[in-house]
């Protein structure tokens, strides 16, 4: 059974960065993409981006190029994503997916808080 | 940049009842869309892909149905676990991957 494992909450400075990872589990991760998606409070989902760890290229959502990167350890099977220059409106929840047009499997998701 | 819209924003109906969700897409996307069950806390459930392709393990009551630019959603027979929020997701190599704003199913 497939399973994507996610980091913990963090609670961070405006202008800083964070970094979330996703542990795969189950499955053959590598030959999958995987996206990074976002729910502010209240809100719908987000696309951010997303990575094909076999290949290595990443590809972004036009509204986060520059402040995201998304990397892949294939070795771990693991997913990382970098969002830098953090302001309050990225308070959110953090997925990552699998999947390449549709996503079957979800991380348990992870709350990134932005406060001063 | 395709464009979702999502109809209604919210859902009131009863168990028992028969109910449709619509997304519709700015550009044709042949059956290039997802459906997506969501209770709070929780992360999106996979229903429905390739537009009317039920994904394992989800209830018959479930079905989609659409292409081109108009979509649809139905449950035929409302039970007490289908109370949440139901999005829709396309994808386009252009575009990439983009959700609906969100169906709220609420008890009447």
């Known amino acids: 059974q497939v399973q994507l494992v996610q980091s913990g909450a963090e609670v961070k400075k405006p202008g800083s960065s964070v970094t979330v990872s996703c542990k795969a589990s189950?499955?053959?991760?590598?030959?999958?993409?995987i996206s990074w998606v976002r729910q502010a409070p209240g809100q719908g989902l987000e696309w951010m981006g997303r990575?094909?760890?076999?290949?290595?290229?990443?590809t972004y959502a036009e509204k986060f190029q520059g402040r995201v990167t998304i990397t892949a350890d294939k070795s771990t099977s693991t997913t990382y994503m970098e969002l830098s220059g953090l302001r309050s409106e990225d308070t959110a929840v953090y997925y990552c997916t699998r999947g390449m047009y549709y996503f079957d499997y979800w991380g348990q998701g992870t709350l990134v808080t932005v406060s001063s | 940049d395709i464009q979702m819209t999502q109809s209604p924003s919210t859902l009131s109906a009863s168990v028992g009842d028969r109910v449709t969700i619509t997304c519709r897409t700015s550009q044709s996307i042949g059956t290039w869309l997802a459906w997506y069950q969501q209770k709070p806390g929780k992360a999106p459930k996979l229903l429905i892909y390739?537009?009317?392709t039920l994904e394992s393990g989800v209830p018959s009551r479930f079905s989609g149905s659409g292409s081109g630019t108009e979509f649809t959603l139905t449950i035929s027979s409302l039970q007490p676990d289908d109370f949440a929020t139901y999005f829709c997701?396309?994808?386009?190599?252009?575009?990439?991957?983009?959700f609906g704003q969100g169906t709220k199913l609420e008890i009447k």
């Open positions: 390739k537009a009317s």
């Open positions: 997701q396309q994808y386009n190599t252009s575009s990439m991957y983009t």
């Open positions: 189950g499955g053959a991760s590598s030959t999958y993409a």
């Open positions: 990575i094909i760890p076999i290949v290595d290229i990443a």
